[in-house]
């Protein structure tokens, strides 16, 4: 009787179906909570959320990028982010849920392949439950930059099903089943790589290819079963695949992030720390306590540290070997999970490598669950009592309800980027990573005096560029330009190519009006970053301001040829393509931003005013022009003909006009309020908030001005100027709420927490 026969006996095929409806089950209770939970601000928006590339679907042009040396993920989640978003757009739900549904098929092919190949369907089911459920996996499921690590999962597990299916009847069909599972695997996630080895540990135990008889004592050993030579042929397409992904992983490596020196991290420390994991992790796998997402890496380990973390590896390893024979899944598991943690030990490092991580250890311990589950249940069965054997089994219970209630727990810290890196600091408050996140978070949020301290902390407790950066940011946010300029300067002393701190001195310093040093900033930037489009656009912006409209219009053409999908560009070109009268590259451009953005409120505008103007306007105009010559003084005229030149694109007209109305009315608000709509079309919002203050002067009681010039600084990007002027709107009367809500002149402050909190209070 065959082993699936054998467990079809005992329990029947509706008892074998339940086991995995229980598996299934448990896992999602364990989880669901993610469902509800948002993206976080570490790897998420290099993987997907401000990843370009990513965001503009499947495309060959993408696929061939995906396979490139550019591309900051494996090919195949590349894939499933793509076409996620084009299902769902950038809804975090549907993201968890993808990597919810992978971690159960993952548990449940794992549970299929274990109870295929060992014919114990309780025990297969013991390991697959505490891999569904034990804590130390939360990281790898509800981080969704880590899909790549459940998708990987998925693959490994099948991989081992197929391996079994080869096994029993071998052929080039069920081998090429075989390979094709795991390239899918190693394009998921290329630490595979160590699978090879691990197939021939199965080779030993469940699988009992491979053995070893004693010849006689003293004379060591026999190998039994199919030639060894042959298991290692066997292999060998899998090897090469292995280092192929090896390789295209090392050379894809300095794209990205650079290789920590030796000077940095030394090889002895390297090596001390990779022994000493070793047993951390085992703790973290019998008490999964304090499981943050970054373990910084250690300066330094004490020699016996050391020297007692390989006494104790060499103990369990000598154990694992002398038992062998007894007890065989005892080395298979032990030497599963030594292996398969080797690509994740450090000894090769870039970025900012973790002492150690929870995600590193989401496939090895299913070695030791394996030892674990064989061992407690040949324990129970050698003390041949009835009593105990439910005894096992209502403490096996006991376990899976407290990992799941623990991993159920440790999914509610991973809802925001706030709650996660509080809780990170919870647990090592100096963690300079986790300062530098939880700032930039609650930057994102408007609360820039929170944020400003945990920068402060980051950078005392580790200098670099972007805690630097991400103060110079904070200090922009609230106008101190002198602090923001001394941080950016300082960003770019740690690193001159920093493009980011050029981009926002540049920003700077043309509010300052020093538009000639901003612009070469801008130029410089470009210099250090030629493929992002921030400079090209900022230049497009500066040239624009001042009248050079040839320059500004190559520059949003190279914006555009960096990101076919970047609507401000295009809308930009349609306005420069309005005022040199050219309403069909005008009318191109505008649709096109529609195309990309189809709520793009100014690019409707811009194309409504198009398609609205007269074909007589030249005419209307120059009617104007001649009742002027006999009635120069009258400003209504004025007022007149600068609309038909603001319609027309032409604002540098309309200016001109407006303000020879003010001159001849000081007293005319429409005058002015020309001049706001004219200065903001040409991106001069300095000019448009003094002609504002004006306003204000005229009409210091009417609660529309003061909504203006909230709209006004808002989009100066003077937040808390534009948050002033918008809460004594309303304190004077202006009720509007769905137009705070909805208008896209307060865009930058509508999600800042004092805007937030307005809302929120004015429901009704």
């Not at 972007?466 to 923001?484: H, P, S, T, V």
């Not at 007149?640 to 000081?666: C, E, F, M, P, W």
Request: glycine residues 6%.
């Amino acid at each position: 009787m065959g082993k699936g026969a054998e467990t079809r006996g005992i329990l029947g095929q509706k008892g074998e179906a339940a086991g995995y409806i229980v598996l299934a089950l448990i896992t999602f209770i364990a989880y669901h909570q993610i469902l509800q939970n948002s993206f976080v601000n570490l790897d998420d928006p290099l993987q997907l959320t401000a990843n370009r590339t990513v965001l503009t679907g499947i495309t060959w042009k993408n696929i061939i990028w995906a396979f490139s040396f550019e591309s900051p993920c494996s090919p195949l989640t590349w894939l499933v982010y793509a076409a996620a978003h084009s299902v769902f757009g950038l809804n975090p739900g549907p993201f968890h849920a993808i990597s919810l549904l992978l971690h159960i098929s993952a548990s449940l092919v794992l549970f299929h392949a274990l109870r295929r190949i060992t014919g114990a369907y309780y025990r297969s089911f013991m390991v697959s439950i505490l891999f569904a459920v034990h804590p130390i996996n939360v990281e790898s499921v509800a981080w969704i930059a880590e899909v790549n690590n459940v998708l990987s999962g998925l693959f490994f597990a099948l991989t081992v099903l197929v391996y079994h299916f080869y096994t029993e009847k071998p052929d080039y069909k069920r081998y090429l089943l075989l390979v094709v599972i795991f390239e899918l695997g190693l394009l998921s996630k290329s630490v595979l790589m160590t699978v090879p080895f691990l197939l021939l540990l199965l080779d030993y135990w469940p699988l009992k290819r491979l053995g070893f008889e004693r010849v006689s004592f003293g004379k060591g050993f026999r190998l039994q079963g199919v030639p060894i030579m042959r298991l290692i042929g066997e292999k060998l397409p899998l090897f090469c695949l292995s280092l192929i992904s090896l390789t295209s992983g090392l050379l894809m490596q300095p794209a990205h992030t650079q290789f920590t020196t030796f000077t940095t991290a030394p090889m002895s420390l390297r090596i001390s720390n990779a022994l000493v994991t070793y047993l951390k992790y085992l703790g973290k796998l019998f008490w999964p306590h304090d499981l943050g997402l970054l373990y910084p890496y250690p300066k330094a380990i004490p020699p016996l540290e050391t020297a007692g973390a390989v006494l104790c590896l060499l103990v369990i390893t000598c154990l694992a070997l002398r038992s062998s024979k007894k007890f065989p899944y005892f080395i298979t598991g032990w030497l599963w999970f030594l292996g398969m943690l080797v690509p994740f030990l450090g000894i090769v490092q870039s970025g900012l490598w973790p002492e150690m991580a929870d995600r590193y250890a989401y496939l090895p311990f299913i070695g030791i669950f394996i030892v674990l589950t064989w061992g407690a249940h040949a324990l129970v069965s050698s003390l041949r009592s009835k009593a105990l054997t439910y005894s096992s089994y209502v403490l096996s219970g006991i376990i899976v309800c407290a990992l799941t209630a623990a991993t159920w727990h440790q999914t509610g810290y991973w809802k925001d980027s706030v709650t996660l890196f509080r809780h990170v600091l919870s647990i090592n408050p100096e963690n300079a990573p986790a300062h530098g996140n939880l700032g930039a978070e609650l930057l994102n949020l408007g609360e820039i005096q929170k944020a400003i301290p945990h920068f402060q902390e980051s950078l005392r407790m580790k200098p670099s560029e972007d805690a630097c950066f991400n103060l110079g940011m904070a200090y922009y946010r609230i106008k101190n330009n002198e602090r923001a300029l001394q941080y950016f300067r300082q960003a770019l002393q740690i690193n001159s190519n920093d493009a980011g701190s050029y981009n926002f001195i540049g920003n700077i310093l043309v509010d300052m009006g020093r538009m000639n040093e901003g612009i070469a900033h801008f130029k410089e930037a470009a210099a250090k970053a030629p493929r992002e489009i921030e400079a090209y656009m900022n230049l497009g912006n500066a040239m624009f301001r001042t009248g050079h409209m040839d320059e500004a219009l190559s520059y949003y053409q190279e914006a555009i040829r960096n990101d076919p999908a970047c609507a401000e560009a295009y809308n930009n070109l349609g306005t420069i393509y309005a005022i040199r009268k050219d309403p069909r590259q005008a009318r191109e451009n505008f649709q096109r931003a529609l195309q990309i953005r189809p709520d793009y409120v100014e690019a409707k505008q811009n194309l409504g005013r198009l398609r609205t103007e007269p074909e007589d306007t030249v005419t209307v105009i120059a009617n104007i022009e001649k009742a002027l010559q006999a009635d120069p003084g009258n400003p209504a005229l004025f007022i007149k003909l600068a609309g038909l030149h603001l319609q027309k694109g032409d604002t540098d007209a309309a200016i001109r006009n407006y303000s020879k109305a003010v001159s001849l009315n000081q007293a005319s608000v429409e005058a002015r309020y020309g001049l706001v709509h004219s200065f903001s079309r040409k991106q001069d919002y300095a000019e448009a908030m003094k002609v504002m203050q004006e306003i204000q002067t005229l009409q210091p009681d009417n609660p529309e001005t003061y909504y203006n010039l909230a709209c006004v600084y808002s989009k100066g990007n003077h937040a808390d100027e534009s948050i002033k002027y918008l809460r004594k709107a309303v304190d004077m009367g202006f009720s509007d709420w769905d137009l705070i809500r909805k208008d896209p002149d307060l865009a930058n402050v509508r999600d800042r927490a004092e805007v937030i909190e307005l809302l929120k209070s004015h429901k009704g």
